[in-house]
């Protein structure tokens, strides 16, 4: 299996609900990724998880919360977004070298819309 | 941090002409070097990549060149095809564990 999937596809949220986004990867990678992708920009580096680990969190607000339960799964946890985090949410998977960087496999996305 | 500039923002080119995107970057400690394709609606997805200790890389009709002196690298696409038209994202990985800095992206239009 080469592929990393993303749950679910799209997601509509107001601005006080709960909600979580969900990746799932079983190409035995140790690191997992997520991006933030605006229309016509790149993606964005939200959070790096290493061996279940959070490794860098570039600064994201509080209402965004990940998880990795295990080395297959990574979960973003919503709650209180604001209209401006409507935008493709990217999880990707890499594996781990101590001395090098890797081929990073991306998800297809979820597109939330937050009203 | 690392900063990284691509152009051209976007390209025009016939079908079976060549197309060359470029890259820069700003960290000499970066030696992790990707391309990625998006199509409309889809995820990135590796085309190729460079590590700081080559020069250039083919595989089949594209080709990667690297400058560590200038600190630029280039995409190069002969023979394009219709299909190759999509967004086009240069990348650039260092020290900092996982991290990559993309560049703004060159929608590429490929007319037949």
């Known amino acids: 299996d080469t592929e990393v999937t993303q749950t679910p596809k799209h997601l509509v949220m107001g601005m006080t609900n709960k909600k979580s986004l969900k990746c799932e990867q079983h190409m035995g990678h140790r690191a997992m990724y997520w991006y933030k992708q605006k229309a016509k920009k790149p993606p964005e580096l939200m959070f790096v998880y290493s061996y279940e680990k959070l490794s860098i969190n570039e600064s994201v607000p509080s209402r965004f919360s990940p998880e990795c339960p295990n080395s297959s799964l990574l979960n973003l946890h919503l709650h209180a977004l604001q209209p401006e985090d409507s935008a493709l949410y990217l999880c990707a998977s890499s594996q781990v070298s101590a001395s090098m960087h890797n081929e990073q496999f991306f998800g297809p996305g979820t597109r939330l819309t937050v009203l | 941090g690392e900063n990284v500039e691509q152009h051209p923002s976007t390209l025009s080119v016939q079908e079976g002409d060549s197309a060359v995107i470029k890259c820069t970057y700003s960290d000499s400690a970066s030696n992790y070097f990707p391309w990625y394709k998006q199509e409309l609606g889809k995820r990135p997805q590796l085309i190729i990549d460079i590590r700081s200790n080559v020069g250039e890389k083919k595989d089949q009709r594209i080709a990667v060149t690297l400058n560590k002196t200038a600190k630029h690298f280039s995409l190069h696409i002969t023979e394009t095809q219709p299909e190759d038209s999509a967004v086009y994202f240069c990348?650039?990985?260092?020290?900092?564990?996982?991290?990559?800095?993309f560049g703004q992206g060159t929608i590429l239009t490929v007319h037949p």
């Open positions: 990348a650039a990985g260092g020290t900092s564990y996982g991290k990559l800095t």
